[in-house]
């Protein structure tokens, strides 16, 4: 069975700061997905990143951008420049690429300091 | 665009009652998920309709809790009657395949989500 392990129950820095939130999976399969999920306060689930496993180049939006190592089945999540926005919970996600299931961590809550 | 539209956004109830909670997915998707989120359980995934139709309900938690969805366009979660640990916040998540050719997959885009809390 795939699970997601997220290490890190809380995280603190200072505005304008860079961080990188950890994420490791256990799967025996070779086509799959990651995602990075973000939760503010207002509950709302919002897609921050999606990598795709069979690329090799990790993906990237704006400040966020992923570091994924398939052969330590590692996938963290680096923010730079954080702002006080980025307050929220962040899940990371793993889905099989024939299932529709998602299979989340723990989740990780990052507060950004001003 | 309009994202997934859920209501109510809250809704405080009497163990016992029965309460309804309403999903419109982003137009065009045809993939349709229910997710209830708890402290203790964390995110887990209740039903997921595809094309209308119930294709995974092994995450119903029991016999109070069903979910209907009449047209492409609209959901609905019941609970009846409900009780105090059925509180938590209910999302709402659709999907839809991606063109073959882009290489690309699903991605599920959340509702806002339903807090439920029932006294």
């Known amino acids: 069975a795939q699970t997601v392990t997220q290490s890190q129950p809380e995280m603190s820095v200072q505005e304008a700061e860079t961080v990188t939130l950890s994420c490791t999976y256990d799967t025996s399969e070779n086509n799959y997905y990651l995602f990075w999920y973000k939760q503010p306060p207002s509950r709302q689930m919002i897609l921050v990143i999606r990598?795709?496993?069979?690329k090799q180049q990790n993906a990237t939006e704006n400040r966020f951008s992923v570091n994924f190592q398939k052969a330590a089945k590692s996938f963290s999540l680096k923010i730079s420049d954080s702002q006080l926005g980025d307050t929220a919970m962040y899940f990371c996600a793993f889905r099989r690429g024939s299932n529709y299931q998602l299979i989340w961590g723990a989740g990780t809550k990052l507060i950004i300091k001003p | 665009d309009a994202g997934v539209i859920q209501s109510p956004r809250h809704e405080v109830t009497e163990m016992g009652q029965e309460v309804t909670l309403r999903c419109k997915p982003i137009?065009?998707?045809?993939?349709l998920f229910w997710y209830r989120q708890t402290m203790m359980r964390g995110l887990e995934l209740l039903i997921y309709?595809?094309?209308?139709?119930?294709?995974?309900d092994s995450g119903m938690p029991e016999d109070r809790f069903s979910a209907k969805m009449p047209n492409a366009s609209f959901s609905t979660l019941k609970i009846q009657p409900s009780e105090p640990r059925d509180s938590a916040v209910y999302f709402c998540?659709?999907?839809?395949?991606?063109?073959?050719?882009?290489?690309?997959?699903?991605?599920?885009?959340f509702g806002p989500g339903t807090r439920l809390l029932v006294l």
């Open positions: 998540a659709s999907s839809f395949p991606p063109p073959r050719t882009s290489g690309k997959r699903e991605t599920q885009y």
């Open positions: 990598q795709e496993a069979y």
């Open positions: 137009s065009g998707h045809n993939s």
């Open positions: 309709f595809n094309n209308n139709v119930p294709i995974d």
